[in-house]
């Protein structure tokens, strides 16, 4: 039975989260930072790999009518370098969630920073290879660290009516990353050592180090205390994160709903590796739904297409008539840059599973109009100018929608007890797709390999309009519930009628016999 009613004081659930002072809304923005290293850690190859002093240094010698620098790598070469990095990540993001249930979510990510420069360091000093492809499996597993924890972290600090916004701010830092690392390479591109590659590697020790220090001055979240039984740390972390004395009021019922979550979690047991799996995929708020529902929403997050833009603009836009691969690459970066912001709003003001519903029809039209353009005339100077549109456009449409909404669902879905390890394995499902999207790319549009060229835009159309299906069907309205509620909610009500759904009562009250109600009957694994 669906339950939309509020039924108890509503004060008394206004009162389930502190207010915030804005120093502390800065804090928590703070951990989005870690969006930057990634992105430029996944931005800077495409530069780095067009360079003449990189294919000197790692490739092999090919008649200049091949390769105008004289250098060239085989193609399985090129698909190595890129997707070993989304390997490593794949990897990082899994094993970093018993370390961040274990050693807590502040110290697994600062642990990745420095497990990041690690393999900055070899990647730097690689003379070759396997050298190069060592360092970027080391550094895509700190990274991997990094991407998967921080969400963790931010969904969990954040104050429930700006958390969509704060993680949203997470997928801006990334598009910044993707944007500076062209910017370096642009910079670097014409040095005649060396320098030309190392500087866009090592330039990533600094976003590592301000990441590493800033997470060092932050406090722990205060619901890893929780789950640790460590209800004094908990108070001072969620004191620091809220900006409020440990002695509010506010602060001590926030803590008591957190807590009376946990222990009625912890109540159903211990969650493993294979309990994230249980509950049977009929059960709307079993465990295998919401591991279900994470896992394809970042899948589906990369069969947009978005990575075939940036990984091979260069290419596409180079077939249209577009030659300075700088500008191509600006194009694409600044219009990803600039359309993330719009989502801080639109997030919070009409919810995550509108965004994503509707981002997903939009990319869908641009991309058929792209694919359909392509076809019927791809020479004509209007076509030409109709394809940079049409593709900025759904840029626009992703950076706003799909980019960050993705990443604020797997924030807000999972109930504590599996919260590390459902956002490690949808984190590690984007990496995944990630990677096989890198490595297939080059044999399907390739000339000489399946020469598809334009027309793989009738694929990410199709597969953009699965995914408004998809996110209609499951996607739940997360926005404005803390997180404790938003398990009651999924508990409660299908995805599809989520967003009508009220806060009725809270978890102390119902644990502590306040609210009496059998259809509140729980049904995880
Ligand atoms: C995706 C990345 C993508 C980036 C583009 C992220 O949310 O996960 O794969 O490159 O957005 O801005």
């Known amino acids: 039975m669906e339950r939309i009613d509020a039924s108890v004081d509503p004060a008394s659930i206004v009162r389930l989260e502190a207010p915030v002072t804005f120093k502390a809304y800065l804090m928590c923005a703070f951990a989005a930072f870690a969006g930057v290293l990634f992105g430029y850690d996944s931005g800077y190859i ?41 390997a490593g990540t794949f990897f990082g993001a899994l094993i970093s969630a018993p370390l961040a249930d274990r050693f807590g979510r502040r110290t697994t990510i600062i642990a990745g920073s420095f497990i990041f420069m690690a393999g900055v360091t070899i990647q730097v000093a690689a003379a070759d290879i396997p050298g190069l492809v060592i360092g970027r499996l080391v550094a895509g597993f700190g990274a ?32 910044i990353g993707i944007m500076l690392a062209s910017c370096v390479g642009y910079a670097t591109r014409t040095r005649m050592d060396t320098g030309a590659f190392r500087i866009p590697i090592a330039i990533q020790y600094l976003w590592a180090l301000i990441l590493a220090l800033g997470l ?89 297409g978005i990575n075939f833009i940036f990984y091979y603009n260069t290419t596409f836009f180079q077939s249209i008539g577009l030659t300075d691969p700088f500008v191509i690459s ?7 840059v600039c359309s993330t912001p719009v989502s801080f709003y639109t997030i919070e003001r009409y919810g995550r599973r509108a965004l994503l519903i509707y981002g997903a029809l939009a990319m869908s039209i641009c991309e058929f109009i792209v694919a359909a353009v392509w076809t019927s005339d791809a020479n004509s100077t209007t076509a030409n100018y109709c394809l940079i549109v049409f593709v900025c456009l759904y840029i626009f449409f992703f950076a706003s929608t799909w980019g960050p909404a993705a990443w604020v669902v797997i924030g807000e879905i999972f109930q504590l007890p599996i919260r590390a390890k459902g956002i490690a394995l949808s984190a590690a499902s984007n990496w995944f797709w990630n990677c096989i999207i890198a490595v297939i790319i080059p044999y399907i549009v390739g000339p000489g390999e399946g020469n598809l060229g334009g027309h ?52 102390l009250q119902e644990t502590s016999g306040a609210t009496q109600d059998s259809t509140t009957a729980k049904s995880h694994s």
């Open 330 to 336: 600006i194009i694409t970066t600044v219009v990803n």
């Open 456 to 507: 793989v835009f009738f694929v990410w159309g199709t597969t953009c309009a699965i995914s408004a299906l998809f996110a209609y069907i499951f996607v739940p309205e997360t926005k404005g519930l803390t997180l404790e509620q938003v398990d009651k909610m999924m508990d409660e009500v299908s995805a599809r009628h989520s967003s009508k759904w009220r806060v009725h009562d809270t978890f």
């Open 144 to 175: 991997g660290f990094v991407s998967a924890t921080n969400i963790l972290y931010m969904s969990e600090v954040a104050p429930r009516k700006v958390r969509g916004a704060i993680v949203s701010c997470y997928q801006f830092a990334i598009t």
């Open 46 to 86: 495409s530069s780095v790999l067009a360079m003449r002093e990189f294919k000197k240094q790692y490739g092999h010698r090919v008649p200049t009518s091949v390769d105008k620098t004289g250098y060239d790598y085989t193609s399985s070469q090129h698909a190595l370098i890129v997707s070993i990095l989304s």
């Open 216 to 304: 060092f001055l932050l406090p722990e979240s205060p619901r890893y205390f929780v789950k640790k039984g460590r209800l004094d740390l908990a108070i001072q972390a969620l004191s620091r994160v809220r900006g409020q004395p440990e002695d509010s009021d506010r602060l001590h019922d926030e803590l008591a709903e957190i807590q009376a979550n946990y222990e009625y979690e912890k109540h159903i047991g211990q969650v493993s590796w294979l309990g994230c799996f249980g509950g049977g995929i009929q059960n709307r708020n079993s465990n295998i739904r919401k591991v279900f529902i994470g896992t394809a929403i970042q899948a589906f997050q990369q069969f947009t």
